[in-house]
């Protein structure tokens, strides 16, 4: 069961340059999402996308972009990478729950360590 | 808006020992409350839930009872392992449709 895929694990980025985090389920969810971890601030969503071909900016989205190329990948790109961004980047996905079901368990990706300097 | 607020950590135990860690949270409405766990180098995984007030969570020893009255969803384990040492974050969502909310996390360091 390989879940939530994320590729690279670890980069590291001159400022100014530009890259783009994978990230990849096969467990045919609908809903994916893009977190950054940094120390003392806990898990701060960036963007997410409902279903494919959708995607919505979350709590921190400036100096990003997500592409939903299919069911299946949802990629984080930045233009433009700033110190600001060194952090942990961690993909999720989440599937559909049915009748009514009040639950958003998500799935994550072993994460992207990022260093830009 | 929706907000969580957990214990700021690092909290160190020594193996055997009781746990818990705090949780509390902001919301309208009636969340479902989340307990993640994430191990060193690893990302998060669902540890326990509740999804309405009174139910008790439960999986590997921990337990979380949600609390609507004090808004609370306090986690708990009887005796803690040094395998248990991990990053704790507290969750909440309102619906499906509806984002995760994290708190800040907690981390736990159990010495043999």
């Known amino acids: 069961n390989a879940g939530v895929t994320q590729t690279p694990k670890f980069q590291v980025l001159k400022t100014g340059q530009s890259m783009t985090l994978q990230c990849a389920q096969d467990m045919n969810h609908n809903s994916m999402y893009w977190y950054r971890q940094d120390p003392g601030m806990g898990l701060r969503l960036i963007y997410y996308s409902a279903s494919e071909g959708t995607t919505d900016k979350g709590e921190v989205p400036n100096g990003y972009n997500v592409s939903r190329l299919n069911k299946r990948e949802f990629s984080l790109r930045l233009e433009s990478a700033a110190p600001s961004q060194t952090s942990v980047y961690f993909c999720?996905?989440?599937?559909?729950?049915?009748?009514?079901?009040?639950?958003?368990?998500?799935?994550f990706g072993a994460g992207t360590r990022l260093s830009v300097l | 808006g929706n907000s969580v607020t957990q214990m700021e950590g690092p909290v160190t135990l020594s193996e055997e020992a009781f746990l818990t860690i705090n949780c509390t949270y902001t919301?309208?409405?009636?969340?479902?409350l989340f307990w993640y766990v994430q191990y060193p180098g690893e990302g998060l995984q669902l540890l326990l839930k509740a999804t309405k007030a009174d139910d008790k969570g439960s999986n590997k020893g921990f337990e979380a009872t949600y609390r609507k009255e004090t808004t609370s969803f306090h986690l708990e384990k009887g005796s803690v392992q040094v395998s248990d040492s991990a990053v704790y974050f507290c969750?909440?969502?309102?619906?499906?449709?509806?984002?995760?909310?994290f708190g800040k996390g907690t981390k736990l360091t159990v010495n043999p």
């Open positions: 919301a309208t409405g009636y969340p479902s």
């Open positions: 999720a996905s989440s599937p559909e729950t049915s009748g009514g079901a009040r639950e958003n368990i998500q799935y």
């Open positions: 969750a909440l969502s309102k619906g499906f449709s509806e984002k995760l909310v």
